[in-house]
């Protein structure tokens, strides 16, 4: 008869070692890193440029997210939808996108169609058409977009918070723009940002799939020794950080039957060797079993989940915790993660520590199981400087931690007069406000209009 | 294509749970998935959204596991784990390194065989309000949100076991009580109503032997048999339907009813699909987003289940005063593709591809392997179906796609319009 009372012991040890990783660069300087995965027919390449949106001039925010949707719409001999049939017939997927710092190039094709794949996207990335007919469509399409997602209320919400929380800073404005920018935006602007932004000397490319280094380097500078350096006319973002006062804000937005809750906290520059704050945020709020989902979702039963994560990039970083209730709770909510936030920086338990690193260590065989996870992990490895040899003592490293790194952490970060809490929500229809503090009123661009 | 032919074996436990393995040794890495045969179309009129509340109530503890001790295990060992819940049934899933296959089978053995033990008033109360913020928070505060529901409601009458959302109406889900739940438990949660895969970096007789111990004596208490599906309530004729919500941009929606999952007509409708809005050469997107640049987007899609199915036709204009025009090309395209004495071979040669491409991709991780072995197990009763599923679509041509669109898409469908609500 088994034992039902205790879980089973592991079965023995797994020795998983992190993937072998071959880094060579092209004639042009565009720097490559591979992993060799035969385990699927399936290659996986992406060219991250780092040049996101925070170098859009500010009076034509969006024009990096518009050029992402410009670029594949025609190139080399091929129109618009030529290209895209080129590439559809293939089954292969591309997507292209931006965030704040960094524009994303993902191919995935099956391994025997990768060559005429990888040479149409090195003629999307080197000879765009960018006609006056396909930028009206698109920046129509782009405008149209942006009203459509203005009326969900995490949208808003995000929106609204950046502001608040990074004040004039470029990351506190989304990629979209807004309408009055990406109104502004004309044909010669996105000509002018891939002129002086597409450059090979800004671009990465990671791979992972079903094919030998030397084919791979082969066949990408074969396809990529024409694209050339630009003029790198770059303008320099404004990275100094204006950030909003602690306290409570508000913005109204009727008709919603729900709270969005943001809280935020900016803090010194953190990146992924920071185990502490790793560790720290896994137990605060960084999965299910946490204590703020363990709270607000399984004790209070307010809300479907709660979570926070360590917004980390280049130039800043900050801890941020969201969250949807219902509107008769949103005060209680805000409570609540203030007494989360008193109660980790007082009291970690040994045995939270042990839960948090387990799950970090134990987690490897998972994280790079397929091509787009393994990829993903090298691309950030390389964007965020990090190292390719960021896990080779990733297991010591992580059990090195104690409980009084953590615990330091958690007492100097988690002061809750330092956050900003933030909530969206029908005005009319809270029941209570009960938090013995002034709330703020402010406006879509985190202006403040009132006080409540 | 070999890579599509997965080895499986397939067994059967005396208490009837169905078993099906798979060894991939690959990466380090083993999936534990188990199908019960019971979903949304399972629900009863006043008791919607019970299959989708019970999943949640299965990660509330059961005998010898802690309320909530479900995610913390599996997230300590590595892991992750969830649920979900369709119309035809409700499955549960572990991802570990392949060391601690044990741990998920002692949970997912002690859930079904010793939940109700732990089961109390105030784990349900405290999951129905967790549901109703999810249902608030997914479906009711989302622009667009209540779309699937209205169109369903229309489209399948009354009656019907798709006419109910999968999450349930807020009422129902309030009155859902602990008899409810065991009741229900009962009745569905038993050995025989389950499929177990096991797939990854496993020995077969390690993983069976393991399976044996865990699940071999959890006794068969199955309650009811299989729901009567047999003579569903049909879309007899054109049912219109304007709904003003709280967004900026309108949407339109046609629906029609189709077939069930796995029926012969199947691929056609997945490459008619395709064809009408797979990529920018499609007909409704060259026409609608290109040609006229009416709509900033169209998609075509199939909603099937083992019960039945919807073909679903939406579009986003970029002016509200274009929408009967809209229309109007929509129909003229659908009209021209059925009498149109042209081929679509490079059209249907695309979309095979595609299909390929997404075969190929989705059984990359081991994961999704185990949730299709499940599923092609409980559809067409074997488990390696992989190949023959991608084989069916080299059988289409542009005969069968012009008669599956001439047979489904006819003068009985709904219509709906989501407008702003400033315009009403």
């Known amino acids: ?232 006319n770059s303008f320099q973002p404004n990275l100094e950080l204006t950030p909003t006062l602690p306290g409570t804000y508000f913005l109204n937005f009727p008709g919603s039957v729900q709270s969005e809750i943001r809280v935020g906290l900016l803090t010194p520059q953190i990146d992924l060797n920071n185990y502490p704050a790793i560790l720290l945020n896994i137990i605060f709020g960084g999965d299910i079993s946490s204590r703020l989902n363990q709270v607000l979702r399984e004790k209070e039963g307010i809300t479907y989940g709660a979570y926070s994560y360590f917004e980390i990039m280049q130039n800043i970083s900050a801890l941020l915790i969201s969250t949807s209730v219902d509107l008769i709770n949103s005060f209680k909510a805000i409570n609540l993660i203030k007494q989360v936030i008193d109660d980790i920086r007082k009291n970690i338990t040994e045995e939270e520590l042990s839960y948090a690193k387990s799950k970090l260590i134990n987690k490897l065989p998972l994280r790079f199981e397929s091509i787009l996870n393994l990829n993903s992990s090298i691309n950030h490895l390389e964007i965020m400087g990090l190292g390719l040899d960021y896990y080779d003592n990733y297991t010591a490293k992580i059990n090195s931690v104690s409980l009084n790194d953590v615990q330091n952490l958690a007492s100097e970060l988690f002061v809750k007069e330092n956050f900003i809490f933030f909530l969206t929500g029908d005005k009319e229809k809270f029941f209570e406000i009960n938090l013995n503090e002034e709330i703020f009123e402010v406006d879509s661009s985190g202006g403040i209009i009132n006080s409540l | 294509m070999k890579t599509l032919d997965i080895e499986s074996s397939s067994h059967k436990l005396s208490n009837g749970l169905e078993v099906v393995l798979h060894k991939d040794s690959s990466v380090p890495v083993v999936a534990v998935n188990i199908w019960y045969k019971v979903g949304a179309a399972n629900d009863k009129v006043g008791k919607t959204g019970y299959a989708h509340l019970f999943e949640h109530l299965m990660f509330q503890g059961s005998q010898n596991i802690p309320k909530e001790a479900h995610f913390r295990y599996i997230q300590e060992a590595g892991g992750s784990a969830n649920g979900s819940t369709s119309r035809d049934r409700t499955n549960y899933y572990e991802s570990l390194p392949s060391n601690q296959l044990e741990l998920a089978l002692w949970l997912e053995s002690d859930r079904m065989g010793f939940l109700l033990e732990a089961l109390s008033e105030e784990k349900l109360e405290n999951q129905k309000s967790v549901v109703i913020n999810e249902r608030l928070e997914h479906y009711d505060n989302q622009p667009y949100g209540l779309v699937g529901e209205k169109l369903n409601s229309l489209l399948f009458p009354f009656g019907h076991p798709h006419h109910f959302p999968v999450i349930g109406y807020l009422d129902d889900i309030k009155k859902f009580s602990l008899e409810d739940a065991k009741r229900y438990f009962k009745n569905y949660y038993s050995p025989t109503n389950a499929i177990l895969t096991v797939a990854g970096d496993i020995d077969y007789d390690n993983a069976l032997n393991l399976i044996q111990n865990y699940f071999g004596d959890i006794n068969n208490e199955m309650g009811i048999a299989e729901e009567n599906f047999a003579s569903l309530p049909k879309l007899e004729d054109y049912k219109y339907l304007e709904h003003f919500d709280k967004v900026n941009v309108p ?174």
């Open chain 1, 1 to 232: 008869m088994i034992n039902r009372t205790t879980a089973p012991r592991v079965n023995g040890e797994l020795g998983f070692k992190f993937p072998e990783l071959k880094t060579t660069s092209t004639s042009n300087g565009i720097k490559i890193i591979s992993s060799f995965k035969p385990s699927a027919p399936l290659i996986n390449f992406r060219l991250t440029i780092r040049k996101g949106s925070i170098y859009d001039l500010p009076e034509l925010n969006g024009t990096s997210l518009l050029t992402t949707r410009m670029i594949d719409e025609g190139a080399g001999k091929y129109d618009s939808l030529e290209l895209n049939q080129e590439i559809s017939y293939l089954g292969t997927h591309l997507s292209i996108n931006c965030d704040n710092e960094n524009i994303y190039f993902s191919l995935t094709s099956l391994s025997e169609y990768f060559e005429q794949s990888l040479y149409l996207l090195s003629e999307i990335i080197k000879n765009p058409h960018f006609t006056q007919d396909d930028f009206d469509r698109e920046k129509d399409t782009l405008l149209n977009s942006l009203k459509l997602v203005q009326a969900y209320p995490d949208f808003i919400a995000e929106d609204s918070f950046k502001k608040l929380m990074f004040g004039n800073n470029n990351y506190g404005i989304d990629i979209f723009g807004d309408l009055t920018t990406l109104s502004n935006i004309t044909l010669q602007d996105i000509k002018d940002l891939y002129k002086n932004y597409y450059s090979p000397t800004d671009a990465i490319i990671t791979v992972v799939g079903n094919i030998e280094s030397k084919l791979l380097l082969d066949s990408i500078e074969k396809h990529f020794v024409g694209w050339i350096n630009n003029s790198l």
């Open chain 2, 251 to 424: 949407q339109i929606y046609f629906g029609w009813r189709t077939n069930k999952l796995f029926h012969e007509d199947e691929v056609d409708l997945h490459t008619l699909a395709f064809i009408l809005s797979g990529n920018k050469n499609s007909l409704l997107t060259k026409k609608l987003v290109y040609d006229t640049q009416l709509c900033q987007r169209v998609s075509a899609q199939n909603d099937l289940s083992k019960y039945d199915g919807s073909f679903l036709i939406s579009a986003t204009p970029k002016n509200i005063n274009d929408i009967e025009q809209i229309k109007k090309n929509i129909f003229e395209i659908i009209e021209n593709l059925i009498s149109s004495n042209g081929t679509l071979d490079k059209e249907i040669a695309t979309a095979v591809n595609n299909f390929k491409f997404q075969f190929v991709h989705s059984i990359e991780k081991i994961s999704t392997r185990a949730d299709l072995l499940s599923s092609y197990k409980y559809y067409v009763d074997e488990p390696n179906w992989f190949l023959q599923d991608y084989e069916r679509f080299n059988k289409v041509t542009t005969e069968s796609v012009k008669r599956i669109a001439k047979k489904y898409l006819n003068k009985n469908f709904v219509e709906l319009r989501v407008l702003p609500k400033n315009d009403k």
